[in-house]
């Protein structure tokens, strides 16, 4: 937690997008989670992605439960929409929200124990609904806000600060993402932002639920020897499966970038992914070759990461419930309430 | 690239950009933190410890520290390093017990200091407390040198110069005034000193030798029309007046025109703007006096008829300006311009009639002295230049500096020790954390824009010669302008082994000069950064490489703004900020045989090189 304001001044050679922006008008509030959580890096990582891609704040819906991890969105893009809302809830309200106003950038930030604990449910019903949005969870394997219990990310055999050992078994949400038929399931790491922005940017990009599990050290409560989630452990233990880049709409993928290994998917909100593998084996489209290998992966100890499963194509909620295109808050009075006659005929209709 | 040596004193020396850019090194992040606190005393004996002239250089310094002041890099103007000293100076109160005294006890040492100029005061300054016997010969009437003949009262008033003058010369110096040396040779065959400084200045000023030139009477040599305005033997010049050449003389020759009743004063510059060598602040407040400044005219004859000057025909030029160069001129014509008087205002050169050329005293091509530019010694043993005597004309501060290195010289040489065994500079860090987000110096970036200097009206300047335009600052202006002081002299210390490597200190960086990449040659480096650090002239901090993924931490000294939010951010306090204290020695360090210590009290054991720096806990 930091005494001082960030001062407003800024290098004056500092890049500026398509918008005229730089990266500064894209911060939001002095974070007051620990120095040096993962999470506020996982913020720098979301602002250096929001602003390549020249997102305009103003079009920008942030969402969130409760955790320490709930509070990123306080801490980037201040002049964005943003809803706080309830332990394990965020994905209900995100289905409001994108219910009334679908042209909105959705971004959902939750914890593991908001998303795989207490929120479980909703989250793995957004993902069936399809919902469009950009959904991080900062993974720390623990309950950070509540002072450091065990999460239901926590491995097996993992030990808490005070030396307590994790019996139960862990839910890696990247196999229940892919599990539970969403689209666009990556896992990334804090301490990597080489690769975590171009992974944020295809996420962004992708129409429908994109699930980011983004490992993310608690340096109080869980950065300790016995942690399977802190900076060194994560470190060693990673394994990257391929590089991901993420191509930018006008640019042409030259042929070099294409021979061998690479994979291309074209992603629905303009530009593409260029993965490069780095495991031969791997197949990101392949949704039980997916489940199969990273449970392998899983049972040697290591963390797959990187883009582990890509769909594009798929109907999101709003294809499936047919709603209209136009937000609500953008049609004309008398469209959005058609009056009682109107209510009068509905009801009739019910009967 | 390989780890930033920080225990190289010059490190973060280089870091504190004005300390560095000021030639007798001043410590001007400190003295402002003084003056911040309403410590006006403290800072101005800050000052005079390394510049000995607080009060006549807080108004006339060339201040080489302000064009280099990071604030100026990272906002458009520097902090008014040089007015915040005139404040120390104008409200230090009573500081006659703590300056220094020369003892009753003398060492037997004389050494005879050749004109009253800064440069020779600056010696006396040191040498006094140490028992020599000092004689200054100076032929004037008067001490000061061009302080007092050629920086006009407006800018220096005279009260101001003869109050600091006098802190030096009332250790019982020996001052000849009207005494001009006239033979070097008689000086060093029979004076009886043990050493000789030349501290004679740059007295002739450069002719113009154009036809008419010496026709009439009406054209002047700016430094000796300034010493005659300033010695009273001068006080009217004609209505129309020509200054030909645009320095620093320049400006002072055509404001003190407008005071003897010019009112229609041309500057006229051979080159277009940019190109000048005055300062830019010396041609604002020349222009605000309504001064025309004519550009690409290069003098070409004086219009003389019957012994009275008319005017002067000018060429006109044009300019081929590539990459901010001249890469070709031209003439396009001539040009009239009716005058009643012209200063010629072309610069100065050293002049050493009086020295003879056979005594061991050698002179280069340029009939310059060959003057060894860290003693300041001649090729003759014993005898030291300094000030503009020594390289040509320079400034005040310059020449103080010179009189710091040639007294270390001076009393070497008397006491039979090599000159060239000089201690070295040495470096303190001392933490500056006072507990969680505390530190030592308020580190918020205050956003105010520089204080503008308040001048006496237009109406009421010109109605004497001698009323200072500059009012000073006042206190609350001055605690404003001190907090735009970025404190560069807090420095940031990295340890690489207590890096985690978590980007906290990369993302709280208002500034954006922290990256943690891969290691690579500078080059490569300066561009993969979070913002590419294309200022060659400041450094790249790099680190040993981290311990959990071998990449490096690198700073761009450039534009940190030494807010301390990367060491307020870092969970593992691998940043830290420390206060760093250079540690120059004066000769009363060298003739103690005393490394300086600064406000640590103590050095340790082992630290005298340059490569220790001392280091303390909280
Ligand atoms: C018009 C003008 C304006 C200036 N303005 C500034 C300014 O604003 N800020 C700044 O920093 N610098 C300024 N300077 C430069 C500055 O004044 C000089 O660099 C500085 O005074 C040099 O100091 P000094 O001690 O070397 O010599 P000087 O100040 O020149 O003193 C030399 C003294 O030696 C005496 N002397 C010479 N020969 C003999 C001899 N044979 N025997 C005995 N005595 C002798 C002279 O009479 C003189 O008193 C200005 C210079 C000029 C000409
Ligand atoms: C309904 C409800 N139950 C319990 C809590 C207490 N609570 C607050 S945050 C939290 C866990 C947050 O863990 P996680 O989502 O992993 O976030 P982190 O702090 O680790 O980033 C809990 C249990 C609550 N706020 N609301
Ligand atoms: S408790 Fe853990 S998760 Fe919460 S802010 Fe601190 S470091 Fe981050
Ligand atoms: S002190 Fe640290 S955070 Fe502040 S500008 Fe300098 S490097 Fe950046
Ligand atoms: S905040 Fe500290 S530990 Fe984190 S990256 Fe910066 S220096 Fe390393
Ligand atoms: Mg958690």
């Given at each position: ?351 | ?22 030639p ?29 002239f607080?009060?006549i250089l807080?108004?006339v310094c060339d201040?080489p ?47 005879a200091l050749i004109g009253a100029g800064c440069a020779s005061l600056t010696v006396a ?10 004689v200054i010969y100076e032929s004037l009437d008067k001490p000061g040198g061009l302080m007092r003949t050629n920086i006009p009262a407006?800018r220096l008033?005279v009260?101001?110069l003869?109050?600091?003058m ?9 001052l000849r005034l009207g005494h001009e040396i006239k033979s070097m040779r008689d000086l060093l065959?029979?004076g009886?000193?043990?050493?000789v400084f030349v501290g004679t200045g740059a007295p002739k000023g450069k002719e113009l030798n154009l036809p008419g030139r010496h026709d009439t009477k009406s054209i002047h040599i700016g430094i000796e029309w300034l010493e005659s305005v300033a010695f009273g033997h001068l006080d009217?010049i004609g209505?129309?007046v020509l200054i030909i050449g645009v320095g620093n003389t320049a400006m002072d020759c055509c404001r003190t025109s407008?005071?003897l009743?010019?009112?229609?004063v041309k500057v006229m510059a051979r080159k277009?703007?940019?190109f000048f060598k005055a300062s830019?602040?010396e041609?604002?407040?020349a ?10 005219h290069s003098p070409k004859e004086f219009?003389v008829?019957?012994?009275?000057l008319?005017?002067m025909?000018f ?24 005058c009643?008087d012209v200063i010629l205002a072309i610069g100065q050169e050293t002049a050493f009639p009086w020295v003879e050329r056979d005594i061991g005293i050698d002179f280069d091509r340029w009939d310059v002295p060959v003057v060894d530019r860290?003693?300041y010694e001649s090729t003759r043993?014993?005898v030291f230049f300094g000030g503009d005597a020594a390289f040509g004309p320079e400034n005040i501060i310059w020449a103080v500096e010179h009189g710091?290195q040639a ?58 010669l ?153």
């Amino acid at each position: 937690m930091s005494y001082i304001a960030r001062p407003k001044v800024s290098h004056p050679a500092l890049a500026r997008n398509e918008l005229g922006l730089t990266m500064r008008d894209y911060e939001g509030g002095m974070s007051t989670l620990c120095a040096g959580c993962g999470h506020d890096s996982i913020t720098g990582a979301l602002i250096q992605a929001v602003f390549e891609l020249s997102i305009p704040p103003h079009r920008m819906g942030k969402l969130s439960g409760i955790g320490c991890s709930s509070k990123t969105p306080a801490y980037f893009a201040a002049s964005s929409h943003g809803f706080n809302s309830v332990h394990g809830r965020m994905p209900s309200v995100s289905t409001g929200a994108a219910a009334v106003n679908g042209r909105l950038q959705y971004i959902g930030i939750s914890g593991d124990g908001d998303s795989l604990s207490i929120g479980v449910g909703q989250f793995v019903h957004a993902m069936r609904r399809n919902l469009n949005m950009l959904y991080l969870i900062e993974d720390n394997g623990v309950y950070g806000l509540t002072k450091g219990q065990f999460s239901a990310s926590a491995d097996t055999g993992s030990t808490a600060k005070r030396g307590e050992v994790n019996e139960q078994q862990a839910i890696d949400p990247c196999l229940l993402a892919i599990a539970s038929g969403c689209g666009f399931v990556a896992r990334g790491f804090s301490g990597d932002r080489t690769q975590l922005v171009p992974l944020l940017k295809a996420g962004l990009s992708h129409r429908g639920f994109a699930m980011i599990d983004v490992i993310s050290p608690c340096v109080t409560f869980n950065d300790h020897e016995g942690s399977t989630k802190s900076y060194r452990f994560t470190r060693e233990n990673a394994y990257p499966i391929g590089h991901t880049d993420f191509i930018p709409p006008e640019v042409e993928i030259k042929a070099e970038l294409g021979v061998g290994e690479a994979q291309q998917v074209q992603l629905h909100g303009g530009g593409s992914i260029l993965l490069r593998k780095l495991d031969h084996e791997y197949d990101a489209s392949d949704r039980s070759a997916a489940l199969a290998y990273l449970s392998r992966r899983q049972g040697n100890g290591e963390v797959a990461t990187g883009l582990l499963f890509v769909e594009e194509g798929g109907a999101d909620m709003h294809e499936l419930a047919r709603l209209g295109e136009t937000p609500l808050a953008d049609l004309p009075y008398e469209r959005l309430c058609p009056g009682s006659g109107a209510l009068a005929d509905l009801q009739d209709r019910l009967r | 690239m390989q780890p930033t040596d920080i225990r190289n004193p010059d490190y973060f020396h280089r870091v504190v950009d004005c300390q560095w850019g000021c030639p007798a090194h001043t410590d001007i992040p400190e003295y402002i933190r003084l003056i911040a606190q309403g410590r006006y005393a403290d800072a101005y004996m800050l000052n005079r410890k390394s510049n000995v002239f607080p009060a006549i250089l807080g108004r006339v310094c060339d201040r080489p520290c302000e064009p280099v002041c990071r604030r100026g890099r990272v906002e458009e103007k520097p902090v008014a390093i040089c007015r915040l000293k005139r404040v120390a100076a104008d409200l230090r109160g009573d500081i006659d017990h703590r300056l220094p005294t020369a003892p009753s006890e003398k060492n037997g040492k004389r050494v005879a200091l050749i004109g009253a100029g800064c440069a020779s005061l600056t010696v006396a300054n040191d040498l006094a407390p140490l028992g020599y016997e000092l004689v200054i010969y100076e032929s004037l009437d008067k001490p000061g040198g061009l302080m007092r003949t050629n920086i006009p009262a407006f800018r220096l008033p005279v009260e101001v110069l003869d109050e600091e003058m006098d802190q030096i010369l009332r250790m019982d110096i020996d001052l000849r005034l009207g005494h001009e040396i006239k033979s070097m040779r008689d000086l060093l065959e029979n004076g009886g000193y043990d050493a000789v400084f030349v501290g004679t200045g740059a007295p002739k000023g450069k002719e113009l030798n154009l036809p008419g030139r010496h026709d009439t009477k009406s054209i002047h040599i700016g430094i000796e029309w300034l010493e005659s305005v300033a010695f009273g033997h001068l006080d009217s010049i004609g209505e129309r007046v020509l200054i030909i050449g645009v320095g620093n003389t320049a400006m002072d020759c055509c404001r003190t025109s407008l005071r003897l009743g010019a009112n229609d004063v041309k500057v006229m510059a051979r080159k277009p703007r940019g190109f000048f060598k005055a300062s830019d602040w010396e041609l604002e407040d020349a222009e605000e006096e309504k001064v025309e400044i004519v550009v690409n005219h290069s003098p070409k004859e004086f219009v003389v008829e019957d012994g009275k000057l008319k005017g002067m025909v000018f060429d006109l030029m044009e300019y081929d300006i590539v990459d901010g160069r001249i890469a070709d001129s031209r003439i396009t014509g001539q040009e009239f311009f009716p005058c009643d008087d012209v200063i010629l205002a072309i610069g100065q050169e050293t002049a050493f009639p009086w020295v003879e050329r056979d005594i061991g005293i050698d002179f280069d091509r340029w009939d310059v002295p060959v003057v060894d530019r860290v003693t300041y010694e001649s090729t003759r043993e014993g005898v030291f230049f300094g000030g503009d005597a020594a390289f040509g004309p320079e400034n005040i501060i310059w020449a103080v500096e010179h009189g710091h290195q040639a007294a270390i010289s001076i009393h070497k040489y008397c006491h039979g020790e090599p000159i060239t065994e000089r201690m070295p500079p040495g470096m303190n860090l001392l933490a500056a954390k006072m507990g969680i987000h505390e530190w030592s110096y308020s580190n918020d970036y205050e956003t105010a824009p520089r204080r503008a200097m308040q001048h006496m009206s237009l109406e009421k300047r010109f109605r004497k010669l001698d009323i200072e335009v500059e009012l000073g600052f006042t206190p609350e202006q001055a605690a404003r302008e001190a907090q735009r002081c970025l404190n560069c002299d807090i420095q940031t210390v990295f340890e690489a082994p207590l890096c985690i490597e978590c980007d906290a200190c990369v993302d709280i960086c208002p500034v954006h000069c922290l990256t943690i990449a891969p290691n690579g040659e500078e080059e490569d480096l300066r561009e993969r950064l979070t913002v590419p650090a294309r200022n060659l002239d400041q450094p790249l901090y790099v680190s040993a490489e981290l311990p959990q993924t071998a990449r490096v931490m690198v700073k761009d000294e450039d534009l940190c703004v030494h807010c301390g939010l990367c060491a307020e951010r870092c969970p593992t306090a691998a940043w830290d900020m420390q206060k760093s204290e250079l540690l120059t020695p004066y000769v009363h360090h060298e003739a103690a045989d005393q490394p300086p210590q600064g406000s640590l009290g103590k050095r340790k054991a082992g630290a005298e090189t340059k490569e220790a720096p001392v280091r303390t806990a909280a």
